[in-house]
């Protein structure tokens, strides 16, 4: 048997799937979207704490800024707040200057059953018992050989 050649090269090492969507211009939305966090993490904490937890920046076009809340109230308490977000927006570079503000629900609560559905609990201790119970109910019922 013969020895297998070898280039004298090294074998390429696979890049990172996150280096690999990156590195292209298929990667544009990725890199906006984490741009757009960063934004929002950088104004964040110029916002009153009461609405810290319930808005979000969802998009800069050029002087314009688009902020998510999650109901009404929050859309009101943000208005009165869009000078502060302006002024918030100039100091770390964005030449804003104006606010929209969008209202739309949070999204729904997952199921446990979806988010267990690979776990190792992905049924409950209940769904288990009464597993077992008709699993022994049915062998007791198993004609026995005489």
Partial sequence: ?????SSGRPAPTPKPALDAVMGDKTG?????????????????PHLPLTLRNHCRLANVNDEHLVFLV??????AKLRLAEA???????????KATKVTIKTAS???PRSPAI????G???????????????????QDTKPSRS
Avoid: F, Y
Avoid at 115 to 118: L, M
């Fill in 1 to 5: 048997m013969s020895e297998p050649k």
């Fill in 28 to 44: 544009n939305p990725l890199r906006r979207a984490l741009w757009l966090d960063a934004l929002d993490q950088q104004l964040r």
């Fill in 70 to 75: 999650e109901s009404p109230v929050w859309h």
């Fill in 84 to 94: 502060q977000l302006i002024d918030a927006a100039r100091s770390i570079g964005l």
């Fill in 106 to 108: 949070p999204a729904p």
């Fill in 115 to 118: 988010d267990n559905r690979n």
């Fill in 120 to 138: 190792p609990h992905a049924v409950s201790a209940a769904t288990h018992k009464g597993l077992r119970d008709a699993l022994a109910s049915l």
